[in-house]
């Protein structure tokens, strides 16, 4: 199958490791993958804070870029969530590609039938599951049924996962307060489950999240959890 | 009869004075608020998600409560002509209030006409909107309430933070002291035992009940084929002021109607479990104009407009005038549990509130409040008549005034993201001139991040550490393959 591969912006420019491990895991399966290099950002910042013309030139561009794959492969539950709810509202010519568009547990579980992608990380792994995932795209628990395949990890449950980390992008700055306080509590829960790493399907609340778990010096690592199921090594 | 134009926009108790941001820090601050908040909101979201998930047909009903909403939403003028001839037909007098000053004026001047200097009130959200008690007070008509939260609100010179819980915010034992310093009845080793509380509110307020002549309410729904007003509540101190009373006068939002008397089937199975959790509420009075000999005999429907004409012709902001004020939204809002119901301005706090406050007043009124959420969406989840708020949000954010620094800034990251040349431009040029400094920050402390940035980018910086550009970008790995 030829999926193309929209990496996201923020993932573009800041973890890039992500982009590589859906490329590893899609090519161990068989698959070839595909990085149109017009791709840009996919507006949900734009069209999110009230900027909504702004935001059409992107949406119009990945339209132009993806409509000619089969599917489009997303590692952000958040954009997905954009391009699959916002996309056929904003600009109709948009809604074919929108319903071929999946984040990476879609792909993996209900279009390529793998719940198994071969993958080894003997770490102790909590999982936050990201609101647009959770609730607009309702991912359910694909990324768990992924990440329990995984060889020698042992997965944790995080008190309170389903709450929101209190970024909702251009809302942690505008709501430094509140963002902050959030945040606090999710980290505080992290704390609590003892794991080494905190895994989520958005790098965006990682940044976040994980900024946080930093900023306390609280060794707990925020990765995304696709390079979870890339990694094969006796560590990532 | 004249049927006046209503104006663009409400008053009243809906305009934030500080930005939300801004109201929101003391109560960020507070820890006992924040307490008070996270146990209280857990308790109700917890008993409203299990007699939620035993309904079978929950989502069905949801279906049917967003659907007769929205008919009623699309021929409203008719509805309201019917029940106010079915009303008047059955021996009340029907007023129409095209804002709150005026719903407040006519109010007094029925108060007045009893010769009455007191009235008795019945947990409202419409009376709170349209600041009744204080239009009251300044008649020199003193007003009680009479729900137990209400009351503890009032006596602590207070304002409702929740449109359920109006004192959600105070815990008992400042409940307690609220009521030692303000009730001059109250036994001097009062406990705040949550029973010993009720039971000194209950002694409090049954003098008032046995002497008030004139009783004040909202109604949850107005019927229009019968001209009902029905009022859901648990204490029962409701009961007292609707049947009490020979004066009984009702302060309506025009948006409460449903068309027939079956439609409530579906709102008394969805509110009591989406408010207060509970399968069933105690207490649910229906009332149709006057019965001779039975309860008040002086009946009144004050049906006001205040800005909802306004949101009811924005089709995409609408469904807001669906809300059945459940707070099912409020208690799972992790924004509302930790700023409080204050930090809103307004007598409709959380998510709803962020929606249908703006929309009353006009957007730039309100600017902040539809940046009060972080679009996580667990309030569009269990709204129990499917209220998109999330969408609503986005669409009100559309519509809100932008800061100069903001637009310039959005405008510039467009020009460039539309562009992919100019965006692999600017890629490498993140990477190039990140780079040293992301070496630096990897050498000196094991990761690229940055942890103290000045103004704006201290908002991020202040509580979390910020990533900086990896060493490759995506594309330029991809390009090496």
Redesign the interface.
């Known amino acids: 199958m030829r999926i193309a591969l929209f990496?996201t912006?923020v993932?573009?420019?800041?973890?890039?490791?992500t982009?590589?491990a859906v490329?590893r895991i899609l090519r161990r399966l068989g698959h070839i993958v595909d990085?149109p290099?017009?791709?840009?950002?996919c507006?949900q910042?734009?069209?999110?804070?009230?900027?909504?013309a702004?935001?059409m030139?992107?949406v119009r561009?990945y339209v132009d870029?993806f409509d000619g794959y089969d599917a489009v492969v997303v590692p952000s539950g958040s954009c997905t969530a954009m391009i699959r709810d916002q996309y056929p509202r904003l600009h109709p010519p948009a809604a074919s590609v929108a319903a071929r568009t999946y984040e990476l547990s879609e792909l993996l579980v209900d279009v390529l039938g793998v719940t198994d992608v071969g993958a080894d990380f003997p770490e102790t792994v909590t999982y936050h599951p990201t609101?647009?995932g959770?609730?607009?795209l309702r991912l359910g628990d694909r990324p768990l049924r992924l990440l329990r395949q995984v060889r020698g990890i042992r997965l944790v449950e995080l008190a309170d996962a389903?709450?929101?980390c209190?970024?909702?992008?251009?809302?942690?700055?505008?709501?430094?307060?509140?963002?902050?306080?959030?945040?606090?509590d999710k980290c505080a829960r992290v704390g609590e489950t003892g794991a080494q790493v905190l895994a989520a399907a958005d790098n965006s609340c990682l940044?976040?999240i994980?900024?946080?778990l930093?900023?306390h010096r609280s060794g707990v690592r925020a990765v995304h959890y696709a390079e979870i199921l890339a990694a094969t090594g006796a560590a990532s | 009869m004249n049927r006046p134009v209503a104006p663009a926009t409400g008053g009243g108790r809906i305009r934030t004075r500080l930005p939300f941001p801004t109201a929101a820090r003391p109560a960020v601050a507070d820890t006992q608020l924040r307490a008070n908040l996270h146990r209280a909101t857990r308790t109700i979201r917890g008993k409203r998600a299990r007699v939620v998930d035993e309904v079978p047909d929950w989502e069905a009903l949801r279906d049917a409560g967003s659907a007769i909403k929205a008919d009623v939403q699309r021929r409203l003028p008719e509805l309201l002509e019917q029940f106010e001839a079915s009303a008047t037909a059955a021996g009340a007098t029907v007023h129409w209030a095209r804002d709150a000053a005026e719903a407040c004026r006519i109010v007094v001047e029925l108060t007045r006409a009893t010769g009455a200097d007191e009235v008795v009130k019945v947990k409202s959200m419409a009376t709170q909107e349209i600041e009744l008690n204080e239009a009251l007070e300044a008649a020199g008509i003193a007003a009680y309430e009479t729900d137990l939260a209400e009351l503890i609100v009032q006596l602590g010179d207070d304002t409702p933070s929740h449109i359920l819980v109006p004192a959600i915010h105070y815990n008992r034992a400042q409940i307690r002291e609220i009521f030692q310093r303000r009730m001059p009845d109250v036994p001097a080793d009062l406990s705040d035992e949550p029973s010993a509380l009720a039971e000194a509110a209950r002694a409090h307020l049954r003098r008032r009940f046995l002497s008030a002549r004139v009783a004040v309410s909202g109604a949850n729904f107005a019927i229009a084929d019968t001209g009902t007003l029905v009022v859901v509540e648990s204490e029962g101190n409701g009961r007292m002021c609707l049947t009490l009373p020979e004066t009984l006068i009702s302060v309506v939002g025009v948006e409460k109607l449903l068309p027939t008397f079956t439609d409530l089937e579906v709102f008394l199975q969805l509110l009591p479990r989406s408010s207060t959790g509970e399968r069933m509420n105690p207490y649910t009075s229906m009332w149709t104009g006057v019965t001779p000999g039975d309860g008040p005999q002086d009946v009144h429907v004050v049906l006001v407009d205040n800005g909802r004409s306004a949101v009811l012709a924005d089709p995409v902001g609408r469904p807001a005038l669906s809300c059945i004020r459940c707070s099912a939204c409020l208690n799972v809002c992790p924004v509302y549990e930790r700023a409080g119901g204050h930090a809103y301005g307004s007598v409709y706090p959380g998510p709803i509130g962020a929606i249908l406050s703006p929309q009353l007043t006009g957007v730039a009124d309100n600017a902040s409040l539809p940046y009060a959420s972080t679009l996580c969406g667990a309030c569009y989840d269990v709204c129990p008549v499917k209220i998109n708020i999330p969408e609503i949000l986005v669409h009100l954010r559309q519509q809100a005034p932008h800061p100069l620094a903001e637009r310039a800034t959005m405008g510039v990251l467009s020009w460039v993201m539309r562009s992919p040349r100019r965006w692999a431009a600017a890629l490498r040029l993140a990477r190039a001139g990140a780079g040293p400094l992301g070496a630096y920050r990897q050498r000196r402390t094991g990761a690229r991040t940055l942890r103290r940035l000045p103004w704006p980018a201290s908002a991020w910086t202040r509580s979390r550490d910020l990533p900086l550009p990896a060493p490759q970008t995506f594309r330029e790995w991809w390009g090496k393959q």
Do not use: W
Not at chain 1, 11 to 17: F, G, S, T
């Open positions: 990496i912006c993932n573009d420019v800041a973890y890039p490791a982009g590589i490329t990085f290099t017009r791709q840009t950002c507006g910042m734009h069209a999110n804070t009230g900027y909504r702004e935001a030139p992107m561009n870029v609101c647009h959770l609730r607009m389903e709450e929101c209190g970024f909702g992008g251009t809302f942690a700055l505008k709501n430094p307060d509140v963002s902050t306080a959030m945040l606090t940044a976040h994980g900024g946080g930093d900023r």
